[in-house]
């Protein structure tokens, strides 16, 4: 037998001695009276906190039996459910303020210059993207009015009615529209490619200083768009060696296909405003400023 072994029968025997001589103290004798009180003051602490878990089950047991409890555990399933529906409704309301905010920041800043009018119906076949409106020559409507979003150019008015306008779109392949590079003012024209909210830049030569990321905005030449106006967003450019001009495709800053009420701008030239006597559509395309026409069909 080792050491260790010895000194742990050693220790077994010393503390079993002790056990007993406390045991025979105890039972003789008063000296161990206040450990006693001690103990079962210790013992009572212990005991409350183990019995904790056993006390509040029985607790809800008593004040929410299970079906009680399943039933609550449903109804707050349910209003939940009420919230998260409500909680949409609120979402989309105040993305709708903040669209309207916009429309209304746009019209004071133009005071009596623009007319406000909502969208009836889209017409975004691959040959022909127009909008009605339903405002006409009851209202002023004429032929060539620009149409705009608070993001920028949509289009201008090609056919006028009685109380409906129709509105071709710069993404319409028969538009054009003049247009210059914010950064640096160099013209150029922008036309529809048949794509929704896409336009292309069909005519800059392959050394023309232009980037992706360019802001396209109106030139105010013909005085039908006045100048400055976001047209679009240079997106790609290619350049083959082959070919004389550059492939040049932008993101219309106006989205087409969430619009629903249109700002048209009014102008006080009296060759438009003559227009309104005899309003007519369009067969092959509106006078105006070189580059934008309405309609080429």
């Known amino acids: 037998m080792n050491y260790n072994s010895r000194l742990q029968l050693l220790r077994f025997f010393l503390f079993l001695a002790l056990s007993m001589g406390a045991m025979i103290t105890d039972h003789r ?7 006693h009180t001690i103990t079962t003051v210790v013992n009572i602490f212990f005991e409350s906190v183990i019995g904790i878990p056993k006390n509040t089950f ?36 105040e993305k709708e303020n903040q669209r309207l905010s916009k ?30 409106i339903n405002r006409g020559i009851e209202a002023g409507v004429y032929l060539g009015q ?25 993404t319409d392949p028969g538009h054009g529209l003049s247009v210059q590079i914010q950064r640096n003012g160099l013209r150029t024209i922008i036309q529809g490619s048949g794509k929704s909210d896409q336009v292309i830049v069909p005519f800059l030569e392959n050394l023309s200083d232009i980037q992706t990321g360019d802001l396209l905005v109106t030139t105010g030449m013909g005085g039908r768009f006045p100048v400055g106006y976001k047209v679009a967003e240079v997106s790609d450019i290619i350049k083959d060696a082959n070919q004389a001009f ?29 227009l309104l006597t005899n309003p007519k559509p369009l067969h092959s395309g509106t006078s105006g400023e070189s580059g934008e026409s309405g309609e080429s069909r």
């Open 146 to 170: 620009p149409a705009i979003v608070p993001e920028g150019v949509l289009g201008q008015v090609s056919r006028v009615g009685y109380r409906r306008s129709v509105v071709t779109l710069i």
């Open 58 to 93: 029985s607790l809800l047991n008593r004040y929410y039996p299970d079906d009680r409890l399943h039933q609550r555990f449903v109804e707050l399933q349910q209003k939940q459910a009420i919230l998260e529906v409500r909680l949409q409704r609120y979402e989309a309301l």
């Open 246 to 274: 550059l492939i040049i495709t932008a993101r219309t800053m106006a989205q087409t296909g969430s619009v629903k009420e249109v700002l048209l701008l009014r102008n006080n030239d009296s060759s438009n405003n003559d």
């Open 29 to 35: 004798s008063e000296w161990l009276k206040p450990i």
């Open 103 to 132: 429309l209304l920041s746009v019209s004071k800043r133009f005071a009596n210059e623009v007319l406000l009018t909502e969208v009836i119906s889209f017409d975004l076949e691959p040959f022909s993207h127009r909008i009605v």
